[in-house]
């Protein structure tokens, strides 16, 4: 059974809507062409003095409300009932023999309560479970972590050359960065995420204002019929939840704090962690064992596979302690391609920087340049 809350499956859009052709063969997925809004070579880096670095991988940027309305209708297809309108608010435990046996769910809508032996929260930053189940010790299945903004207009006649413009920019968006994603028609998501929430849209606004996005028109997107034309939402960056499988019940997506710590991408982790979450499921319910010791298989299956989320933290954060102008001289020793810098291309950058600037050599750098590589698609960046 799928549940969700709204209408309507995948509005309101709260993503920057791209994809990579790895997570794609990562998940099997072969994309129907309406879902399609247009092929991308990858990320180019725009550093604070306007230097740019391409980390070329080929991807897709999507229309993602008809993504996801994609993947629900595939489900259906597999057999599962969706439900819309359904918001889950509450779960009490059931045991049989001092077992446990399932999970009452309850909330706003007709099917409720609803009876489930696995329920696996996909329910995003929202992270729904973690605040209504309760451990032995009463306390909540994990604390809520911090989160960031982020936040997007759609352009028209927006220049392109197929690449996701990424700047770096900390003046307009704190420890964040803004974007330009092209799509179809010349329309693009021009948005940023920042640590300084309250000043978001601020910061996005002066940032169009100072670029050459000002001249261009700004629409609602076509899933949005009225209101303002800025979506978005909020992004979890404490890491991976504490707890991600309890009794008859695991986390996934943003509900688990899976997100890529430099560029904010959660579609690939949401998916895979799902994957396998789905799996573990069918198997634990075919064995009749659905406790939690049975269920610690998902924890450790995306543990093995999800990259180390605190040492590409600990390079974001070496990253945004460098100024303006630390980051753009470091930039300039990198090489135009940053997709395959390898040891020795490492190597060749540390030597520019001791020529350069031997005193930004010692400061961190190392972690710094890492985190741009922990941001590919094959670390489950995009
Ligand atoms: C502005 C912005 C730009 C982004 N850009 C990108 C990008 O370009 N690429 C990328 O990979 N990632 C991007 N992300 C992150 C990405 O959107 C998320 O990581 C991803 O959507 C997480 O998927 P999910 O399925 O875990 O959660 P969600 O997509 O948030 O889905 C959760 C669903 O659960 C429903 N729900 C919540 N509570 C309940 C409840 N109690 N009962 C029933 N249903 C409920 C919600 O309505 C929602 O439909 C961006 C995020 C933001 C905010």
């Known amino acids: 059974m799928l549940i969700e809350d709204h209408p309507a499956i995948g509005t309101p859009v709260h993503c920057g809507e791209c994809i990579s052709d790895i997570a794609c063969d990562n998940l099997e997925l072969e994309l129907p062409e309406h879902v399609i809004s247009m092929r991308v070579h990858g990320i180019r880096v725009v550093f604070p003095d306007g230097t740019e670095k391409c980390l070329t991988e080929e991807g897709y940027v999507l229309e993602k409300h008809l993504f996801e309305r994609w993947i629900a209708e595939e489900a259906v297809e597999a057999g599962a009932s969706m439900h819309l309108g359904h918001k889950l608010s509450s779960m009490e435990r059931l045991e049989e023999d001092g077992r446990f046996a399932g999970w009452l769910c309850d909330g706003k809508g007709d099917e409720f309560p609803i009876r489930a032996k696995v329920v696996i929260d996909a329910s995003g930053v929202a992270a729904v479970c973690s605040k209504i189940v309760r451990q032995s010790n009463d306390e909540p299945l994990n604390e809520m972590g911090k989160v960031v903004a982020g936040m997007q207009y759609e352009l028209l006649e927006v220049p392109t050359d197929g690449y996701l413009d990424f700047y770096i920019w900390p003046k307009y968006a704190e420890k964040g960065y803004l974007w330009m994603i092209p799509k179809c028609d010349g329309r693009a998501n021009v948005g940023l995420v920042t640590e300084d929430r309250p000043r978001a849209k601020k910061a996005l606004d002066e940032f169009i204002d100072i670029t050459h996005f000002k001249e261009l028109e700004q629409v609602r997107p076509p899933w949005k019929a009225k209101g303002s034309p800025a979506f978005g939402g909020t992004i979890p960056i404490s890491g991976p939840f504490e707890n991600t499988h309890h009794d008859g019940l695991m986390l996934v997506g943003d509900a688990a704090g899976f997100t890529s710590p430099l560029f904010e991408g959660g579609s690939h982790l949401a998916l895979k962690s799902a994957v396998y979450a789905a799996d573990t499921a069918a198997a634990a319910i075919e064995e009749g064992d659905l406790s939690a010791e049975r269920l610690s298989e998902y924890s450790r299956l995306w543990k093995d596979e999800f990259p180390p ?5 600990r390079g974001k954060n070496a990253l945004f302690e460098l100024t303006d102008d630390e980051m753009s001289v470091m930039a300039r020793c990198f090489p135009d391609e940053m997709a395959d810098m390898g040891i020795s291309g490492k190597a060749l950058v540390g030597l520019r920087l001791l020529v350069r ?22 670390y489950y960046g995009w």
């Not at 989320?309 to 933290?313: G, H, M, P």
């Not at 600037?357 to 340049?369: E, N, Q, S, T, W």
């Open 309 to 313: 989320y605190d040492k590409i933290l």
């Open 357 to 378: 600037r031997p005193g930004l050599y010692f400061k961190r750098i190392v972690p710094a340049m890492l985190a741009f590589g922990y941001s590919r698609a094959r």
